[in-house]
């Protein structure tokens, strides 16, 4: 076990699946020599400089090139440098990437892996500070994963290489240094699909993912409420038992996220919660989200983001109900 935040978990991953198979390639602006943006790949070129190729900048072409090596056996994991900058590739994702399978009968898959760091909370430019992650979850023929510490990012990066189809992998820039914990030096992975109860409580339970896991255990440290917090990790497809299960045990949820309210992650599993468990609820759910706007860059975008006071007024809305 070593001591790491983010960044490092999931370069280790990185190595470790490149060493443990030699069809891994790394491909993407800047992943070689330079390491990445934010040094996620860094020393991988210098170990496999067959297999970590810098790119042009030109995300289509990435995402197009990546989709054409894993149809043909290889397992390409291209980097995005940035969340906003995965839009030039929307049409490679979801009219290639996620349809292949389906379009030639399971004959061929694309066990791709599109790691794209996410959210905000860096003080960065626009295009540089979105969740997207709404968009993808639309399409079938994608999962979607974030993690929320170094821990499961490594265990949920493994996973989503191994996995024959395609996944999007957001990783939530804001807690990629922020957090560091014990992490295994040997190989294991977290299943995709599998939500993780951070914290078991009996009053109410919180939904969340990304960095807003880390925001909403902060919050609430100091509650007197006896608060179940639910980690996603996987996005799409969404562990329906795991939130259910919560729902029908506590009554009372409140949805916490960093992307805008309107037609999002939040509103879905307000809509499963309402048609598969409403008559365990003893309040509405309430969801604690980014506003329905670009995000004011940079001085404001603290207060665009759910933050201690609204998501603790959001618990006390549903507890007094």
């Known amino acids: ?5 983010m960044v490092s978990a999931l370069n280790l991953a990185l190595r470790q699946e490149m060493e443990r198979d ?21 020393g991988l070129f210098a170990k496999f400089p067959d297999r970590v190729i810098d790119t042009p900048l030109a995300e289509s072409a990435i995402v197009g090139t990546s989709i054409g ?9 291209p980097e995005i440098q940035f969340d906003g900058f995965l839009a030039p590739a929307f049409d ?3 009219n ?3 349809r292949i399978r389906n379009r030639s009968r399971g004959r061929f898959h694309v066990p791709m892996v599109i790691r794209v760091p996410s959210s905000g909370g860096i003080r960065a430019l626009e295009h540089h500070t979105e ?16 993690p929320s510490r170094p821990y499961n990012a490594k265990g949920l990066l493994i996973s989503a290489i191994r996995d024959p189809d395609p996944v999007i992998f957001f990783e939530p820039k804001h807690v990629y240094r922020a957090i560091k914990e014990e992490v295994p030096d040997d190989d294991y992975s977290i299943p995709l699909g599998q939500a993780e109860v951070v914290q078991q409580g009996s009053d109410i339970t919180v939904i969340t993912w990304g960095a807003m896991v880390k925001t909403v255990r902060d919050a609430t440290a100091e509650s007197k409420r006896s608060i179940e917090i639910i980690d996603l990790q996987t996005l799409s497809p969404l562990d329906e038992k795991t939130i259910l299960k919560s729902a029908e045990k506590t009554g009372r949820l409140v949805i916490v996220q960093e992307a805008p309210r309107t037609v999002s992650l939040s509103s879905e599993i307000s809509a499963i919660i309402n048609e598969k468990a ?10 604690v989200t980014g506003y ?9 975008e603290k207060m665009y983001y759910p933050d201690a006071a609204r998501i603790n007024k959001g618990i006390e809305k549903v507890m007094s109900y």
């Open 278 to 287: 409403l008559f365990s609820l003893k309040a509405p759910v309430i969801r």
């Open 131 to 146: 969740s997207p992650e709404a968009y993808y979850c639309h399409m079938p023929g994608m999962k979607v994963v974030m």
């Open 92 to 94: 490679q994702i979801v």
């Open 1 to 5: 076990m070593t001591k790491m935040n």
């Open 69 to 77: 090596m894993a149809v043909m056996g290889l397992k390409p994991v």
């Open 292 to 300: 329905d706007i670009i995000p004011p860059l940079p001085k404001a």
């Open 96 to 98: 290639h990437a996620a």
């Open 22 to 42: 030699p069809a891994v390639v790394v491909l993407g602006e800047d992943v070689g020599m330079d390491g990445g943006v934010f040094r996620v790949t860094d």
